[in-house]
Antibody
């Protein structure tokens, strides 16, 4: 059984950086078959895939076009976790953020518990 | 980008009834790479179906996925109390996109 445990602040000021971490148990962040993704959900925009990281002899990253200029997803193999950084946030980035295992870069079979993030001064 | 449109927006049914949810894609979904998720209030989405018709591990047999090309269906044969939730489809044939969801509520 794969468990994903999210951590990070629930309140971020406009123009600052949103940072979240997802700790993995039951699998490896360096898995050759999984990718590790961030997805967010808001009432206005529904579920939005933000990006992923994965290891296939080297590290790769894919990002959604609408956040590509201000997002970074990184992996920490020593802690078996991965992280999201979203820069220059605005109130439109207010959402529940989920980490998830992206199986074969197809579908999301395990999810973190979700972190509600509010962007407000 | 493939846009997924789910219908109806809300389905009002009683326990024991059959639920039929639709997911229509703006263009054909390659290799029927379509998944369904269930989301209960306050919880993360849970994978139900992948590959249009394969049940994920631990998913009861009352959940059935079908369809191909641009039209896909999730059927819940007899609604249990815990099935009242929001359901999302997701395609992974070309990048990954989600539908807007169908809420199944108690009538």
């Amino acid at each position: 059984q794969v468990l994903l445990q999210q951590s990070g602040p629930g309140l971020v000021k406009p123009s600052q950086t949103l940072s979240l971490t997802c700790a993995i148990s039951g699998d490896s962040v360096s898995s050759k078959t999984a990718a590790w993704a961030w997805i967010r959900q808001s009432p206005s925009r529904g579920l939005e895939w933000l990006g992923r990281t994965y290891y296939r002899s080297e590290w790769y990253h894919d990002y959604a076009v609408f956040v590509a200029s201000r997002i970074a997803i990184s992996a920490d193999t020593s802690k078996n976790q991965f992280s999201l950084q979203l820069n220059s946030v605005s109130p439109e980035d207010t959402a529940v953020y989920y980490c998830a295992r992206d199986w074969l870069r197809w579908y999301f079979d395990f999810w973190g518990q979700g972190t509600p993030v509010t962007v407000s001064s | 980008e493939i846009v997924l449109t789910q219908s109806p927006g809300t389905l009002s049914l009683s326990p024991g009834e059959r639920a039929t949810l639709s997911c229509r894609a703006s263009q054909g979904v390659s290799r029927n790479y379509l998944a369904w998720y269930q989301q209960r209030p306050g919880q993360a989405p849970r994978l139900l179906i992948y590959g249009a018709s394969s049940r994920a591990a631990g998913i009861p047999g009352r959940f059935t996925g079908s369809g191909s090309g641009t039209d896909f269906t999730l059927t819940i044969s007899r609604l249990e109390p815990e099935d009242f939730a929001v359901y999302y489809c997701q395609q992974y044939g070309a990048s990954q996109t989600f539908g807007q969801g169908t809420k199944v509520e108690i009538k």
